[in-house]
């Protein structure tokens, strides 16, 4: 969907994901599988793809440019380590590769030693570089059974928006949803004031917030760094469990799905935010976006609709008896169709992932006081649990399903844990 063949104006880098990638010609088929599989438990490779995306950008970024990252699951963690990395260490000028791995393990280090290093690092050799907009589909909690937490990947004062699509469904252990989290008030009070940070000539400074709970390090950082406004954040939940959010759950064959939802509402975003974004505009049209309601002015949406009369349902000649690959439908009446379809649950689908719903693993979270807690429990394939802190913002689709009758397996019911008290301030999105 994203314009390819204008170089000049836009370079699309996309790259496979943890436990997707090419094999040594030299490993046997037992060891490429042996190697993916322990890959996708332990994510071993998750320092490969970040210094991969860091390397693309250092080769190709010209000073004006607007940096856009966009991921689903842990590649979604993958998206937002970057952006932590290019905050923390900043950005090295073009063909400084042997560099890339030493600048990468400073960004990992979060002892006093290496947050004072990262600093004196980013001032002598490289560029201060901000992140215009990320784009995520459910980040997942911790990326492979080792947890890896790295800096600046829950929060980041050099993101201008960030946009989150969460599920309301999934409930395994191992894939508890990754917020974008506030500063505790402790860590509030670090951050600089307007006009206590210098000017730095062509370098971006900002005056900015101390982003929340990992280390008063990483909050000390943030504001040292400055930051003029607070990130943009909206995160929005979506009915489905983990791949009926970001994809893959059914094949590319089937028209309608559930994804297609948080899809369409992600390239929304990309207008809405003035990102500069350029797609190819006859492939909007086939995941029913239209391109007039979104470029030059985004028109707002009309209200939902909870049916579709059969005088809607027509072909291009008029037919209202059209066959299915022929339907055109507006973007209220594929939200209507991809709504309804069914939940993909891997705790019922694989009961193979049950093994880790019985095992006691720790979690980490954030309470009303906005102060950080772990403990250890297990799972038992409870769903996860809407914070009562933060917004509860909810895309109106799930509306269309909680309403809908006759649905395969009955009412809907979302496994997301929450309080009467919070589904009365939901926000409709």
């Known amino acids: ?62 000073a004006g440019d607007k940096i856009c990252l966009f991921g689903f699951s842990r590649g979604a963690y993958t998206a937002r380590a970057l952006a932590g990395m290019i905050h923390k260490v900043g950005l090295l000028p073009k063909s400084n590769h042997q560099q890339v791995p030493f600048a990468y393990k400073m960004f990992t280090r979060t002892d006093e030693l290496g947050w004072k290093q990262s600093t004196a690092f980013k001032k002598a050799f490289s ?72 000017a730095s000539g062509d370098r971006w400074r900002f005056v900015s917030k101390a982003k929340k709970g990992s280390t008063d390090w990483e909050a000390q950082f943030s504001a040292q760094e400055g930051h003029h406004e607070e990130t943009d954040v909206l995160e929005v939940w979506f009915a489905g469990c983990h791949c009926d959010v970001g994809g893959g759950s059914v094949s590319n064959e089937n028209t309608q799905n559930l994804a297609r939802i948080p899809l369409r509402w992600m390239i929304r975003q990309c207008f809405l935010t003035n990102t500069g974004i350029r797609f190819h505009a006859e492939l909007l049209k086939t995941i029913g976006l239209d391109p007039a309601s979104l470029y030059p002015v985004v028109t707002p949406r009309p209200p939902a609709i909870y049916s579709i009369p059969m005088d809607h349902v027509r072909d291009s000649s008029g037919s209202t008896l059209a066959e299915p690959e022929s339907v055109v439908r507006n973007e209220e009446e594929e939200d209507y169709m991809d709504a309804l379809e069914p939940i993909y649950d891997e705790l019922k689908l694989a009961p193979v992932w049950w093994i880790l719903e019985v095992i006691p693993l720790e979690y980490r979270y954030q309470d009303a ?61």
């Open 369 to 429: 006081k906005r102060q950080w807690h772990r403990r250890i429990r297990m799972n038992l394939g409870h769903g996860r649990k809407v914070l009562e802190h933060e917004p509860f913002n909810v895309h109106r689709s799930v509306d269309i399903r909680l309403k809908a009758k006759d649905l395969p397996g009955g009412p809907y019911k979302p496994n997301a844990i929450f309080t009467e008290e919070q589904r009365k301030k939901i926000q409709w999105v």
């Open 127 to 198: 560029m201060d570089v901000p992140i215009d907009f990320i784009g995520v589909w459910d980040t997942v909690c911790s990326v492979g059974l080792i947890p890896h937490t790295l800096p600046f990947t829950s929060s980041n004062s050099a993101i201008r928006v960030f946009r989150h699509a969460l599920s309301l469904d999934e409930h395994r252990a191992k894939f508890k949803a990754n917020h974008y989290n506030r500063p505790t008030d402790d860590e509030d009070a670090l951050g600089t004031q307007p006009g206590d940070m210098p």
């Open 1 to 62: 969907m994203l314009m390819k063949d204008r170089p000049s104006e836009q370079l699309v880098y996309y790259q496979a994901g943890i436990g997707t990638y090419t094999i040594p010609e030299i490993a046997t088929p037992m060891w490429a599988k042996f190697s993916e599989t322990l890959d996708e438990m332990l994510a071993w490779s998750l320092h490969a793809h970040v210094m991969g995306g860091y390397e693309f950008l250092m080769t190709n970024y010209q």
